[in-house]
């Protein structure tokens, strides 16, 4: 899942961007309002980590912000208020969920576990499209008693695909999705022609149809049709 992390206290965010992309999320932080502002309006997050005490502005006008985003991130909010009256409202405004500081890094990383399921996948722990099954947990996908092996990357794409099936998904937003800040660094994106065309012969060897198509001139959608 692609994860911002908005946190003022740096070490913190830090910790938890390390945390999170460990266990195979795309993160990137932000440690003020304005920049996750900036972050909210540019680019899609599938959850959204929330601190509402931040130093130049409140995360309860941002979290307003996210319901408007179609479709909206899942949003943990962190905090250090612990008051009935803070949660309620946090909740209220389309929060998905509230976590008192100070927390475990392993209780974040389940509760964003629980709630990518919720958002993402119909509260599924599997996914499943024709002869194809993934499981997000482990970061593997079988194709009937098939387990390709696929790289991160290639799993990531397999999943923002099936995710998104039936759509056009231009290659700015597949390598948005798939590396975060770091795509500003590519001169192009030819490397998304690679992990497709990659992906796309280690799901046929093994034994899937062909369900990436290519949109010329647009970009690439996940279909049977």
Request: glycine residues 6%; hydrophobic residues 40%.
């Amino acid at each position: 899942m692609k994860i911002l992390i908005v946190e003022d206290e740096q070490s913190l965010a830090d910790d938890l961007v390390a945390y999170l992309a460990a266990e195979g999320n795309i993160c990137e932080s932000a440690y003020d309002y304005f920049t996750a502002e900036d972050k909210l309006a540019a680019f899609h997050y599938d959850i959204v980590l929330l601190d509402i005490n931040l130093p130049d502005g409140n995360g309860l006008q941002l979290l307003h912000q996210m319901r408007e985003h179609e479709p909206p991130p899942g949003v943990l909010i962190i905090s250090a208020r612990d008051s009935l009256d803070d949660k309620l409202k946090g909740l209220d405004l389309g929060a998905d969920d509230y976590l008192t500081k100070p927390f475990h890094l392993a209780e974040v990383n389940a509760r964003v576990k629980a709630l990518g399921r919720r958002r993402l996948f119909g509260g599924k722990t599997e996914i499943r499209y024709h002869e194809i099954s993934i499981d997000p947990e482990s970061g593997t996908a079988r194709i009937n008693e098939q387990q390709p092996e696929l790289t991160r990357k290639e799993f990531a794409l397999l999943q923002y695909f099936v995710t998104n099936q039936n759509r056009v998904m231009t290659k700015e937003a597949i390598a948005e999705h798939l590396w975060g800040d770091y795509m500003e660094m590519a001169g192009n994106f030819d490397f998304i022609y690679t992990h497709i065309k990659n992906l796309r012969r280690k799901l046929t060897d093994a034994g899937a149809n062909d369900y990436i198509r290519t949109v010329y001139g647009m970009g690439y959608k996940w279909s049977d049709e």
